[in-house]
């Protein structure tokens, strides 16, 4: 299969949605319960919510798709001088350990030049991607109690990768 990567649009956002719910409740509801992660999804991964991302000053957006179908996104933007913050990298799960998380997230990193760093959050439960970043060479550097947005609750890990 043929896999491209590019700049997200509005139009993609109803199947950006669907991914993201998708993905969150078989990587989640395990973790936080199903009605917790319906919550979530429905404020963090809204289409309103995600066409603020798609906006967003000094971010990036972009899209795994195969011509057919939108198989994993990135979002990314500035957090200051000289880091990027990785908030978002999800592939769906029939296409994890395919290949399409490390495109997704070679291009993200390219196209911040000058940073010298990406942040991430990740659910420290969440193995699977805890490994697939340590294999990217993030390294542990704390903890957030908020991962998200401000007063979310949710516990995160916080990674680094020097660039």
């Given at each position: 299969m043929?896999?491209?990567i590019?700049?997200?649009?509005e ?35 809204s ?29 990314a933007?500035?957090?200051?001088g ?31 030049p ?21 294999k ?28």
């Amino acid at each position: 299969m043929t896999v491209f990567i590019r700049s997200a649009h509005e139009r993609d956002l109803p199947a950006v949605s669907k991914l993201l719910g998708e993905t969150w409740h078989a990587t989640y509801d395990a973790i936080y319960g199903g009605g917790r992660v319906a919550e979530i999804t429905a404020d963090w991964h809204s289409i309103a919510a995600l066409k603020v991302n798609l906006a967003k000053p000094e971010s990036e957006f972009i899209l795994a798709d195969d011509g057919n179908r939108v198989l994993g996104m990135a979002y990314a933007s500035m957090a200051d001088g000289d880091t990027a913050m990785l908030h978002q990298l999800y592939v769906h799960p029939a296409g994890q350990g395919s290949g399409t998380g490390t495109l997704l997230l070679d291009e993200i990193t390219s196209c911040f030049p000058g940073v010298q760093k990406f942040r991430l959050e990740v659910e420290e439960a969440n193995i699977a991607a805890v490994d697939f970043y340590k294999k990217h060479a993030f390294n542990q550097v704390g903890r957030t109690s908020n991962c998200g947005k401000a007063d979310s609750g949710i516990p995160a890990l916080v990674f680094e990768k020097l660039l």
